[in-house]
């Protein structure tokens, strides 16, 4: 096959080929670079190419692989991370003009470990402003490749738009209200939220330390089982890093579901939700239920008061994290971002305290349902595939955000594990996707699931026509 018709193919079978020795991993990434340089002028999803480093790392995989001294199923793969992670003397701007020249003398723990299991890095992938909801002024978004009319998906946009237009086979992203599953389901992959703790923070900048997630993006969940499994983990660099082993999240996946219960509060996730998305979510839970799940009402604990907190609570850390630059450098910075500061350094130490005591009242409450089910299924969002001409107006409608995070910043508040999958499209010719959510540290079952799903069904094989 020509590396010029590889682009599409998933992570672990494009490794498989590669480790196989079928393929060399500096012609892949040769061809990946020139697609980025191709392609990439238009959909704006690299902040920075590091197409000398990737060929250096491409050829130190070929000549370990024709030593036979394979890694795992990333050696040899070209992906490439979110401009928030540290990667040694690349820029690292994190959506800021604050930061453009910023080259950070370190690894993030994530990009360390990549790197050590042999994965290929072609650069650092364009994000919203400080990863909160807007571009900065001064920097040209990501454009959905589905439909550039069409959201890419706020923060981790340039890693939705690089995997699902073939830039690379797979990216890191993180999600602190939703931004690894608002970019999975814009651009038609599939995301994993791991619990927090699971992954390493160290070398990424922080939008809200007790809310930031990083997690695997790519084509499949058993790609992203298999970028987890490398970056998951203890680290000493980061003491908020979980002393738990990291299973192998490629074992044991059966492509079936039996044993396996699924809780779904259908008034919830019904309520408020378009036609679309109600039917991506129905058809996921019939599949479900197809491979030999249960699938069991229940009632999910009332997220209305979690989901007003997250806001004072996410402005309150990010006021910690800019402390040094703002409101000190206040001009240089976009309006969205700003006012997220200035509501957060607005709160009171009283008002932080109650939001802390809601939202571990909350988290009780959900690790309750856990005791009935394994997995809960719901939308990824109310309203499917929205235009850039529908989220523009989202300051203006209330009703919007509340659509958008109803179903996202809970699980950031609670910590909980969740995978997005690519179940459909919606009439705009856009991509629509639902989520499974698990128990911390369950990440296994996501994958599971989620294999299980893809072995079924092709959603997630569907491309944009570029």
């Not at 080259?103 to 994965?119: C, E, F, I, N, Q």
């Not at 499949?220 to 490398?230: E, M, Q, R």
């Amino acid at each position: 096959m020509p590396t010029t018709d590889l682009h599409y193919l998933g992570l672990i079978e494009i490794g498989q080929q590669i480790q196989a020795k079928k393929l060399s991993p500096v012609e892949v990434t040769k061809a990946m670079l020139g697609r980025i340089e191709q392609l990439d002028g238009k959909l704006k999803s690299y902040a920075y190419v590091m197409g000398e480093a990737a060929l250096a790392e491409a050829a130190a995989a070929e000549k370990d692989i024709a030593s036979g001294r394979i890694k795992g199923p990333l050696h040899g793969v070209p992906i490439a991370v979110k401009d928030l992670c540290w990667a040694k003397g690349a820029p690292a701007a994190h959506g800021m003009t604050i930061h453009r020249d910023f080259r950070p003398s370190d690894d993030a723990t994530v990009v360390a470990r990549l790197k050590d299991a042999g994965a290929v890095i072609l650069g650092k992938l364009q994000q919203t402003e400080g990863a909160y909801a807007d571009h900065h002024p001064k920097i040209d978004p990501p454009k959905n490749p589905w439909n550039a009319d069409l959201w890419s998906g706020a923060s981790s946009s340039g890693s939705g738009v690089a995997t699902a237009a073939g830039l690379c086979f797979g990216s890191l992203g993180t999600d602190t209200g939703g931004s690894i599953r608002f970019p999975s389901a814009a651009n038609g992959i599939t995301g994993l939220k791991p619990t927090w703790g699971r992954v390493s923070r160290y070398g990424a900048f922080e939008l809200a330390a007790t809310l930031d997630h990083i997690g695997p993006m790519a084509r499949s969940a058993a790609d992203c089982g298999a970028i987890l499994t490398v970056i998951a983990g203890q680290d000493p660099k980061d003491t908020t890093s979980v002393p738990l082993p990291v299973p192998n999240y490629l074992a044991g996946l059966s492509g079936d579901l039996r044993g396996v219960t699924i809780g779904v509060d259908r008034r919830w996730t019904s309520e408020g939700t378009d036609e679309a998305a109600g039917k991506v979510l129905s058809e996921g839970l019939r599949v479900a239920a197809d491979l030999g799940a249960k699938i069991k009402d229940i009632t999910f604990p009332d997220p209305k008061a979690v989901i007003e907190d997250w806001f004072p609570l996410c402005g309150i850390e990010v006021a910690v994290a800019h402390e040094e630059t703002y409101p000190a450098r206040k001009d240089e910075y976009g309006p969205a971002l700003a006012g997220l500061l200035d509501l957060g350094r607005a709160q009171s130490g009283m008002n932080y305290q109650k939001i802390v005591l809601r939202r571990e009242a909350f988290r009780g409450a959900v690790r309750l349902l856990f005791e009935t089910v394994d997995l809960i299924a719901l939308p990824a969002q109310a309203f499917a595939a929205p235009t850039l001409a529908k989220m523009a107006a989202l300051g203006e409608d209330p009703s919007l955000i509340t659509g958008l995070l109803r179903f996202t910043c809970p699980f950031d508040m609670t910590g909980s594990p969740t995978v997005t999958l690519p179940g459909g499209f919606a009439p705009n010719g856009g991509p629509v996707a639902f989520q499974f959510v698990g128990r911390h540290f369950d990440e296994a079952s996501l994958v599971r699931a989620g294999d299980a799903f893809q072995r079924v069904t092709d959603w997630h094989k569907r491309h944009p026509a570029i």
